[in-house]
């Protein structure tokens, strides 16, 4: 149980464009889901808190209209990069909350690199 | 804030041996939960072990268990019998009780097992 999906698992686009991340649960619903970013070597760094119905909080230094969230529903999130540069290459990684503990199950991650 | 230290960025160990990790925390919260997540080589997180405070008993789950010492704020992993699947990063993150519904999990930088046939 608590299966999470994230598709496509790895991407690669050019500079200016922009592309879709998503995030789904595959065996249950929850409200309250994360996007991360991870570097090479690195913990994980929280980007944004996303609850369903809700617009998403994001962390200090991340830009709300570059890194767009649409949470549709309680299995189905999205982030979408918009106008990628080569700094935002990096490896992003989705969660959702869930369990007696509330503890976070996570997807595969995408390995986004832009060109 | 809370913090979450990780003192050893990597370790090594033969297979089958005993390994502990350690990890510290920060807090002046009286209910959290305390986790470790491991990360295999294919980035796949994976939940280990979790811990609520209020609890004495130390979580365990099959090979793996905690040492968690509240006064000490001090929360160790123990891998039993290592196998080479176990190679991993593994992180320790702590949570504060949810009470807000902020499941925000605070993240350690995380350490390296090599497990070595």
């Known amino acids: 149980g608590a299966v999470v999906s994230q598709h496509p698992s790895r991407v690669i686009c050019k500079s200016g464009t922009s592309v879709k991340i998503e995030c789904r649960s595959l065996d249950f619903q929850a409200t309250t889901m994360f996007w991360y970013r991870q570097f090479p070597k690195k913990s994980l760094m929280l980007m944004a808190t996303s609850n369903e119905g809700s617009k998403a909080t994001y962390e200090q230094g991340v830009e709300k209209d570059k890194f767009l969230i649409n949470h549709a529903s309680l299995t189905l999130s999205t982030l979408t990069v918009t106008s990628a540069h080569p700094e935002d290459s990096s490896f992003y990684i989705c969660?959702?909350?869930?369990?007696?503990?509330?503890?976070?199950?996570f997807g595969p991650g995408t390995r986004l690199t832009v060109t | 804030a809370q913090t979450v230290t990780q003192s050893q960025p990597e370790m090594s160990v033969q297979e089958a041996e005993t390994v502990t990790l350690s990890c510290t925390y920060d807090?002046?919260?009286?209910?959290?939960?305390l986790f470790w997540y491991k990360q295999p080589p294919s980035r796949q997180m994976i939940l280990v072990i979790r811990q609520e405070a209020y609890k004495q008993q130390n979580a365990t789950e099959n090979r793996f268990s905690v040492n968690f010492q509240k006064a000490a704020k001090s929360f160790s992993l123990k891998i039993s019998d290592s196998q080479l699947g176990d190679t991993a990063m593994y992180f320790c993150a702590f949570m504060k009780s949810p009470m807000d519904s902020n499941y925000q999990l605070i993240w350690g930088a995380g350490t390296k097992l090599i497990i070595k046939p």
């Open positions: 807090t002046s919260e009286n209910n959290y939960y």
């Open positions: 969660s959702w909350v869930a369990g007696s503990s509330y503890e976070q199950y």
